[in-house]
């Protein structure tokens, strides 16, 4: 056990979200000084905002999965009152109320931050009401809020929510496997011409009951809410060869989430 | 009461009887079912002449509730709704089968507290907490604290025991005029990060909380845990002895004897009875098989999980993990809890959703073994302590494998 880097305090959830400034400690190893490491560094931006339901996971896999192909990690939360970095590799974008997003939308508008690192060509993985917040436009609390535009999507209110089991094939484009994973949301969002569908629906609602989620360049969002990427590795892994640029990265023991992803695939099929 | 009162009560009373007795289940949401049909009003009817005390929150409130209706039992006999049956119907019919009693001490599912207050008439209503609990059906936690405000609002004289330590608590009490603070710590803080009045963020240091923003901030409790016991609002300090493990069910006496101090009991009076409640409907239960001493924990969210590691010995630890109707159906909030207590211990996992679980801990660096049953898993483990820590169909399913054990 003692040999096993994972048998020690790493997990970052030991650590208060609400440490000092935006730049940080890394949970995996040494501090490292802000801006002068190689590390691959992902951001989760305002976890006191968007972290409804297990949306940490996202982080966490993506910090997992790196660091067993010998990658340096740099988990960095940034809470809402504290200026976004611009220069990571990976931003994450979680689940929230109305009012907490609304709020979000705000902030991220007047910090400029993400807009500065996604002109960098920084990769982006949104959920839920995260990807909402990267179209033009949606509807919280009943009015209409404008979003950062880094989508082109916008999202208004739907006859009902959509709650339940998620799966639907993805972009051919992208080379993966079938997405699963589970939506609670109330919205309906529409895609417009420079945006491409995540992928088509085959159970549940996503986007509006035909295509889920959305994706441009390295920018990528889905309904899939909370911990989306413990249901799907291949799409974490894609994340990781958007942010270092490479076409391949060695496989990992996937063992449990291919069981987990099989049960729930062959679930949404009996339903 | 009213004949038709009467008739209902008594109908309801004969259902649950033959609830039990079909072996259908404890009797204690049917026969209120059918008594609430005869006389939409059994309950009001059924609380007039009782002196009643709520119970509400995201988490410890049928432990709670256990543990007031042993210190005010030092006043009399004392109806209370044992089984956890927490809905208007589980009120009605442990009012209908208690019979006359002076007091009446209520768990409420905390979405219906305004209208459990209405029909009741509570003279005390204790809030322990509001946290993330099966959002795929429940409130967000914001709006469960409006609800609580807006019905809190319609009854300014019951008086309130309240959490000072949960900002969403608080904030739902900040019309109120009478309210007694107690303070028990609170392990989980992720549903109250941002203040529920103005948006600011909410700065923490030491106990204490305040809004950046606004005026909102932690009240100074009347009564505190300290060490092993309990400061009450003179001043004076109790040692609690509990058969309950934890610190969360320090935190649950103390609000015990707040609740029973509005009933005039003497915490002198009321903590030698709090050390004679073992179990809570199977709660911390503990079962001898096959020379593994069993204890079962339940764990229904995030927040009573980082309680339930606490409370868990460093032994050999079984976790269980379903996605009924019951439990919610999505499994999330598995990672808004780091497992990594539970690194060193052996660990076997198993339930419905034990894939998920796998996959988390995989991702928490926390070395696990799957098992199909728990049958398997007693024979996993060496002889001794056996800790149980489950969700709530997956405690109901091992409590059914060890003959329903209270």
Not at chain 2, 57 to 67: D, S, Y
Not at chain 2, 289 to 305: C, H, T, V, Y
Not at chain 2, 310 to 337: C, H, K, Q, Y
Not at chain 2, 382 to 390: F, K, N
Request: charged content about 20%; overall charge negative.
């Amino acid at each position: 056990m003692s040999t096993d880097p994972y048998s020690m305090a790493q997990d970052p959830y030991s650590v208060s979200p609400h440490g000092e400034g935006p730049y940080r400690t890394s949970p995996y190893g040494e501090p490292v000084p802000a801006g002068t490491t190689s590390a691959l560094r992902i951001v989760w931006i305002y976890p006191d905002l968007l972290s409804t339901y297990g949306d940490r996971g996202n982080m966490l896999i993506l910090g997992r999965r790196a660091q067993q192909r010998g990658m340096p990690v740099e988990l960095i939360e940034v809470r809402s009152d504290q200026p976004l970095p611009t220069t990571a590799d990976i931003y994450l974008l979680g689940g929230g109320e109305d009012g907490p997003q609304a709020l979000a939308a705000q902030r991220l508008i007047a910090d400029g931050g993400l807009h500065r690192a996604v002109a960098q060509g920084s990769v982006v993985f949104a959920v839920c009401a995260g990807y909402q917040l990267l179209g033009s436009s949606f509807v919280a609390k009943g009015t209409t809020c404008a979003g950062l535009q880094l989508l082109d999507l916008h999202s208004d209110r739907g006859p009902s929510r959509a709650v339940g089991e998620l799966a639907g094939e993805i972009d051919p484009r992208l080379g993966l496997p079938p997405l699963t994973g589970f939506e609670n949301h109330g919205g309906r969002t529409h895609l417009g011409p420079d945006a491409a569908p995540l992928a088509r629906v085959t159970t549940g609602i996503g986007n509006d009951g035909a295509t889920e989620g959305a994706w441009r360049g390295k920018l990528l969002g889905t309904y899939s809410h909370g911990p989306a990427l413990a249901r799907n590795p291949a799409l974490a892994d894609l994340l990781l060869r958007w942010a270092t640029g490479t076409s391949a990265l060695p496989p990992l023991d996937d063992t449990w989430s291919d069981r987990l992803r099989a049960e729930r695939l062959a679930a949404t099929r009996a339903a | 009461m009213p004949l038709r009162a009467k008739v209902a009560s008594s109908v309801s009373r004969t259902a649950a009887a033959l609830s039990r007795a079909a072996g259908r289940g404890d009797g204690s949401v049917i026969g209120g079912w059918i008594g609430l049909k005869i006389d939409p009003d059994l309950l009001a009817h059924l609380s007039t002449g009782r002196a009643i005390a709520l119970v509400s929150g995201t988490n410890g409130k049928t432990t709670t509730t256990r543990l007031t209706t042993a210190a005010v039992g030092v006043l009399g006999p004392v109806a209370t709704n044992s089984f956890g049956a927490n809905m208007p119907t589980g009120h009605t019919s442990a009012l209908a089968k208690a019979g006359t009693t002076p007091y009446a001490v209520l768990e409420v599912d905390e979405h219906y507290l305004p209208q459990v207050l209405e029909a009741t008439e509570p003279r005390v209503v204790a809030l322990l907490n509001l946290s993330r609990d099966q959002l795929d059906r429940a409130k967000e936690v914001a709006m469960m604290a409006q609800l609580w405000r807006a019905a809190l609002v319609k009854h300014p004289d019951v008086h309130v025991v309240a959490n000072a330590d949960d900002p969403m608590v608080v904030w739902a009490t900040v019309d109120h005029t009478a309210v007694t603070w107690f303070s028990a710590g609170q392990r989980w803080h992720d549903d109250s990060w941002v203040c529920p009045e103005c948006g600011s963020p909410i700065e923490r240091a030491d106990e204490q909380w305040w809004c950046t923003g606004c005026p909102l901030r932690r009240p100074e409790a009347q009564w505190v845990v300290e060490d092993d016991g309990v400061v009450d609002p003179t001043g004076a300090w109790h040692k609690i002895v509990l058969q309950l493990p934890g610190r969360v069910n320090l935190g649950n006496a103390a609000t015990a004897l707040a609740v029973a101090a509005q009933f005039g009991v003497r915490p002198t009076d009321a903590v030698s009875r709090l050390g004679g409640v073992a179990s809570v409907a199977g709660r911390y239960a503990q079962v001898v098989r096959d020379g593994r001493n069993i204890r079962l924990l339940l764990a229904k969210n995030p927040a009573s999980w980082l309680e339930a590691f606490d409370m868990a010995d460093e032994a050999p630890t079984l976790l269980s993990i379903n996605a009924r109707d019951p439990d919610g159906l999505d499994t999330s909030w598995l990672f808004d809890v780091d497992f990594a207590p539970l690194r060193g211990r052996q660990v076997l996992i198993t339930g419905d959703r034990a894939y998920d679980l796998a996959v988390r801990l995989d991702v928490n660096g926390v070395p696990f073994q799957h098992v199909r049953t728990f049958t398997e898993a007693v024979a996993a483990v060496p002889v001794g302590r056996l800790e149980v820590i489950a969700n709530y169909t997956a405690f109901q399913d091992i409590r059914a494998e060890l003959d329903r054990v209270n």
